[in-house]
Nanobody, 123 residues
């Protein structure tokens, strides 16, 4: 599975931004999809995940309500809509695909990774 993330950019605090991750190869519906982020000098951290048939969504503490993960099987794409952005949301955002069943929130649970897209929240 190859993953291509896009949609990053510069946004002002309080603004919104939507990320996309297009998958190619493999069977998209076989994978739980997740978003992670990595700020400069910090470890990669879990943001959100969505089940194979959108059966569940799961968010890191503090992000539910501001971030929304979704997927479109026909488009083979997973999305992350972010709102009320804060400077501390600044990071490289990565999408990933997991063969695991049940909620996968660890980087080690994911088998395929996209290249990342930079999100910068600054005035």
């Amino acid at each position: 599975v190859q993953l291509q993330a896009s949609g990053g950019g510069l946004v002002q605090p309080g603004g919104s931004l939507g990320l996309s991750c297009a998958a190619s190869g493999g069977t998209f519906s076989n994978y739980q999809m997740g978003w992670f982020r990595q700020a400069q000098g910090k470890e990669r951290e879990f943001v959100a995940s969505i089940g194979r048939n959108s059966g569940f969504t799961y968010y890191a503490d503090g992000l539910k309500g501001r971030f929304t993960i979704s997927r479109d099987s026909a488009e083979r794409t997973v999305y992350l809509q972010m709102s009320s952005l804060k400077p501390e949301d600044t990071a490289i955002y990565y999408c990933a695909a997991s063969n695991k069943f049940g909620v996968a929130s660890r980087t080690s649970s994911y088998d395929y990774w996209g290249q990342g897209t930079q999100v910068t929240v600054s005035s």
